[in-house]
């Protein structure tokens, strides 16, 4: 009896954890507590309708996700991200990535095993065909296919500790595979940005299946650091800013949105 309440408690700490979680990091990415706000377990308490130890683990979540940090005063702050932090971010992806990409060359996959990413290969080449780059839904469906090419390059790796460290590298909204895309359609042309970014999806995908590790690697990194392309231009455009994920805690000076 005595073990089973205990598993019952732990099932609803663990219930108010997420909840918790899911209610201060939306909280965080909306921008409704700003870059510099302090966050007390007492006040996280009262606004996230939680107790105090899941409150607590929720912020120390956040923290190891990158969106908090501890505050001098005790408890936790959010933090703010330069435009040189945000490319920090997507380069320690690009390097996560392209070892993805390696170790995945280096197991040498049968074609079956590699279907999969052919047909997300496949898939938009497809998209690149329907929409000419140009309508108005093309960004959501590239990026929607792009992050499935993305994970299966993860998944094909086939590596526990470094798929761990890739979901914690994309956990900061900004830093996610196809977080940008929405937003750099609105700087700069999508159209060649789609073939750019196809062509090397096709490389990829042919380095893997040649078991090329070292140009599987050199691809990827290269591949991913598409995202920190025209960022300068994004972060200076309000109507593109806002289609960042998380862009109230990137400091940009002057910003007028």
């Known amino acids: 009896m005595h073990t089973a309440l205990t598993e019952g408690r732990l099932d609803r700490v663990g219930v108010q954890t997420m909840k918790a979680y899911a209610a201060l990091r939306e909280l965080i990415l909306d921008g409704q507590l700003a870059p510099g706000a302090r966050l007390s377990e007492m006040s996280m308490v009262k606004r996230l309708g939680v107790s105090r130890t899941p409150a607590r683990m929720a912020m120390v979540r956040l923290k190891e996700e990158g969106l908090v940090e501890p505050a001098s005063s005790g408890g936790f702050s959010v ?24 170790f995945a060359a280096e197991r040498r996959l049968m074609p079956s095993q590699l279907e999969p990413l052919w047909h997300s290969v496949t898939s938009i080449n497809d998209i690149i065909s329907q929409t000419h780059g140009t309508s108005a839904d093309a960004p959501a469906l590239y ?17 526990e500790p470094l798929s761990r460290q890739l979901e914690r590298a ?3 909204p900004f830093a996610a595979p196809s977080a940008l895309i929405p937003a750099r359609a609105k700087v700069s042309d999508f159209h060649t940005m ?5 062509d090397q999806h096709q490389s990829v995908y042919e380095a893997i299946g040649r078991h090329e590790g070292t140009r599987a690697e050199s691809l990827m990194r ?3 650091r598409l995202a920190s392309r025209n960022l300068a231009r994004v972060l200076s455009s309000p109507e593109a800013l806002t289609l960042v994920p998380g862009w109230p805690l990137i ?4 910003r007028t949105v």
């Open 79 to 102: 933090r703010g991200f330069t435009e040189l932090e945000v490319l920090a971010a997507i380069e320690i992806r690009a390097t996560l990535e392209g070892l993805a990409a390696r």
């Open 143 to 159: 990026a929607a296919m792009n992050d499935r090419f993305h994970s299966l390059v993860s998944s094909l790796a086939d590596c």
């Open 170 to 172: 994309s956990a900061l």
């Open 194 to 198: 789609l073939i750019v970014a196809q």
């Open 222 to 224: 290269e591949h991913t």
């Open 251 to 254: 400091r940009v000076p002057d």
